[in-house]
Each structure stands twice: as structure tokens, then as C-alpha cells.
């Protein structure tokens, strides 16, 4: 191979890496199941793993590598967070039958997706804490400050445990497609999606694809979630 083939080469290699940190997969499972935290379950045996490790503005925080797997049937997506912490700081009064306002002042997982990808600042937000606290958002970010309509319901089953022994704790979603986008899923299908985590009492803020902002709500910033079989 002459070095010109090489280079070109490198730079392919190079801009499909850059393409692919930007994309995560969800693989197809066989039928549904309930939500029950915890990674070890069959339904989780195939599932793609994604991890991040970056704050808002791409600084590190490798104590808290967080990964993340995502499987899909016709009916529903779901998301695992397991998520390394070194304190937990929570609600000393949870409650797990409503929304609970204000979730992301405390330790939580979060996915905002959106399915249209022409109007990127239409999404929907999901939050989900380590007690199983959770709350659900429609968001509208084409006027300023932006609404989030948390009325709305996305009929979202939730699950979540903590390890203390290993210091970890563990989050699934489980989303009815119908609340996320009107069309049914198909494999190859994408959406605009962003992961963040807060964690601890010193509030560490983490998002796989870095907003470069101190707010999680920059849909520009936002990488792309691919349905696979």
C-alpha cells in the first residue's frame, strides 16, 4: 500500500471513529420485559454498551464511567444506566407513584431524544434517580426560556437499585414508543438523543455528548440513537 492509500486510510479510519463516537445503537429484542435494573438479566446479554465518562464541557470524570445499554421491541425502548458513584445524594422523602419536579437537583440519569430531525428543538425528556424516583418532560425549545410541559405522560415503567457494597447503582427505563415518536420503529430508523448524569453532593455533571454550556438542554449538541437488529 503506498503511503497516499495509507494516509487516506488513516483519515477514513479516523472520521468513521469520529462518527461513531457520536452514535449509539439499540438492538432488537426478542419480546418485552419488565424493567428490573439490573444487567445481568437475559434480556440484556446482547445489548450494545456504551460508556462516557465527560462532563458538560468535556472535562473527565473516570471515577464515574457510566454505561449505558439500550434495547428496543415494537412496542417499547429501553435504557440501563449503571452509574459508579462515590456519594449518593437523594430525596429523604421518595416517592415513586408521580413525577417528582425538580429530580435533576439530585443524584439522576437522564435521556432526552427527539424523533424529528428537522425540528431538532422538539424532544422528550426522561429522568430517573436512584431510589426509582422519576420524572417525564415534553420539551419545546423553539421559544426562549423554552417550555416543559410536565403534565404530560409518557406511561413510562422504571426500575432502580443501588449497590453500596460496589457503589454503584442501577436505573432502566422502559418507554412506550407511541411517546416518543408516531411512527412505528423499524430497524435503521435514528433519533436525536443525549445522556447526562448528576451525581453527588458536590454536583458532577456529565453529559456523553459534551453542550459545551452549563445547561443539558442544547438539542445542537445532541448525538444520534440507531435502532439495529
Wanted: include cysteine; charge should be neutral; proline fraction near 7%.
Amino acid at each position: 500500500m503506498t503511503t497516499r492509500r495509507i494516509f487516506l486510510s488513516g483519515l477514513f479510519a479516523a472520521a468513521l471513529g469520529a462518527a461513531d463516537s457520536k452514535t449509539m445503537t439499540s438492538r432488537r429484542a426478542k419480546a418485552d420485559s419488565p424493567a428490573t435494573a439490573d444487567p445481568t438479566a437475559s434480556f440484556w446479554k446482547n445489548s450494545p454498551v456504551l460508556t462516557f465518562e465527560t462532563g458538560r464541557f468535556g472535562e473527565k470524570y473516570t471515577a464515574f464511567l457510566t454505561e449505558v445499554r439500550s434495547m428496543w421491541t415494537p412496542a417499547n425502548l429501553y435504557f440501563l444506566f449503571t452509574c459508579p458513584y462515590d456519594d449518593l445524594y437523594m430525596n429523604p422523602n421518595p416517592q415513586t407513584k408521580r413525577d417528582t419536579w425538580g429530580l435533576w437537583d439530585l443524584d439522576v440519569a437522564e435521556v432526552f431524544i427527539g424523533w424529528d430531525l428537522k425540528d431538532i428543538r422538539r424532544y422528550k425528556e426522561f429522568e430517573l434517580s436512584p431510589q426509582g424516583e422519576w420524572i417525564d418532560l415534553d420539551v419545546n425549545k423553539n421559544s426562549e426560556p423554552g417550555v416543559f410541559d410536565d403534565k404530560w405522560n409518557a406511561g413510562m415503567e422504571s426500575a432502580a437499585r443501588i449497590d453500596r457494597t460496589r457503589r454503584v447503582w442501577y436505573g432502566e427505563m422502559k418507554i412506550p414508543f407511541p411517546s416518543i415518536d408516531p411512527r412505528p420503529p423499524q430497524a435503521g430508523r435514528e433519533f436525536r438523543i443525549n445522556l447526562y448524569r448528576i451525581q453527588g453532593k458536590k454536583r458532577t455533571f456529565m453529559a456523553w455528548q459534551p453542550t459545551q454550556n452549563e445547561s443539558f438542554h442544547m438539542p445542537e449538541a445532541f448525538g444520534k440513537l440507531r435502532l439495529i437488529e
